[in-house]
């Protein structure tokens, strides 16, 4: 059974909107830095956003201001809000946690801990 369980990924025309869903452990949700990678065919797997432990955000210059991070304690759920869609956004998305102790960073090496991914697909 695995600790991130990623939901919500699907198709999408340019311009519209999806909410990607991690359910994590307990453990990980309260102690982990927590966020979303994306990789596309043939490329690196990138930072999208992450959330540290003091609920600071960080989020790649590509989807500032489109993309948003949001927690439900209540779930032990991270999501994240994508709205504005390009087709550029097309990927396999990752939800990813971090156990390091310095984890205030979009670096994929600094993340321990994957979800299975969800894919998205944006059509022009």
């Known amino acids: 059974q695995g600790q991130l369980v990623e939901s919500g990924g699907g198709s999408v025309q340019a311009g519209g909107s999806l909410r990607l869903s991690c359910e994590a452990s307990?453990?990980?949700?309260?102690?982990?830095?927590m966020g979303w990678f994306r990789q596309a065919p043939g490329k690196e797997r990138e930072g999208v956003a992450v959330?540290?432990?003091?609920?600071?955000?960080f989020y790649a210059a590509s989807v500032k201001g489109r993309f948003t991070l949001s927690k439900d304690i209540a779930k032990n759920t991270l999501y994240l809000q994508m709205n504005s869609l390009k087709p550029e956004d097309s990927a396999m998305y990752y939800c990813?946690?971090?156990?390091?102790?310095?984890?205030?960073?979009?670096?994929?090496?600094?993340?321990?801990?994957w979800g299975q991914g969800t894919q998205v697909t944006v059509s022009a």
């Open positions: 307990r453990v990980i949700y309260t102690g982990y830095c």
């Open positions: 959330i540290d432990r003091s609920g600071t955000t």
């Open positions: 990813a946690a971090s156990s390091y102790t310095w984890c205030s960073t979009l670096a994929r090496s600094q993340y321990d801990t």
